[in-house]
């Protein structure tokens, strides 16, 4: 009779340890991260002298860049990052993998601030979105559209959805880092009447030199 209680004993702490394990695996599941969309409808485009303009997004770039937030980019003159100016990047649909991350010779430990206009032709309502590793912040006319600045790995951000009522030169300005590990970044956008979503191509991009 002993004998048989002990087993039965056994038997039922076994059965409530399984039952337990999904439960404690259950707690320690990360949910994806879900975004709110960003609503953006009161910019307006720049009046710019069309001759002066030039392809692509003038960059500067902040190097030993090992935060793991943009609110660690510098926001004025003064910095403790070494400083580099780079070439104009001409598109943002890059997937870098572990190598050199734009023009700054190293794959690692790099913020960088673009800027200069988006050209939008048509009127209407835009959707934007990124897909980055590490974060990425974009304003266009000074408003955030899209903003996913701390570390992770390939994700893609939340959706802007911007309202364009004149065609024209939107002023633009891309942050992004990566710290460590892989690292990719592109922007696309969804124009009025597409269905889908495409990266932004590269005639899309000017600045002024």
């Known amino acids: 009779m002993r004998t048989n ?3 039965n004993w056994l038997l039922a702490l076994g059965v409530l340890c399984l039952l337990a394990a999904p439960l404690h695996a259950a707690k320690d599941f ?5 975004y709110a969309p960003i609503h953006v409808d009161d910019i307006e485009p720049e009046i710019v002298s069309l001759e002066q303009l030039s392809r692509g997004l003038s960059v500067v770039y902040y190097l030993e860049f090992f935060e793991r937030h943009l609110d660690q ?3 004025n003159g003064s910095s403790t990052f070494i400083k580099k100016t780079g070439p104009p990047v001409f598109e943002l649909n ?4 572990k190598e050199e991350v734009f023009q700054t010779g190293t794959n690692r430990g790099v913020a960088l601030r673009m800027q200069g206009y988006l050209v939008v032709k048509d009127t209407g309502d835009f959707e934007f979105q990124a897909l980055s590793n590490d974060g ?3 304003r266009m006319g000074g408003k955030t559209v899209i903003s996913d600045p701390e570390q992770h790995s390939d994700r893609l951000s ?3 959805h911007v309202t364009i009522d004149k065609a024209g030169h939107y002023p633009l300005m891309v942050e992004y ?8 970044l592109k922007l696309f ?3 009025p009447g597409s269905d889908k979503f495409v990266p932004i191509p590269a005639h899309a991009y000017v600045h002024l030199p």
Request: aromatic fraction near 10%; proline fraction near 6%; charged fraction near 20%.
């Open 5 to 7: 209680m002990g087993s």
């Open 30 to 34: 990360s949910k994806p991260v879900e």
């Open 73 to 75: 980019i510098p926001r």
């Open 94 to 97: 890059h997937q870098f993998g």
């Open 136 to 138: 990425v912040i974009v």
């Open 158 to 160: 939340n959706v802007g």
């Open 177 to 184: 880092f990566q710290r460590k590990g892989t690292a990719a």
């Open 189 to 191: 956008w969804k124009t």
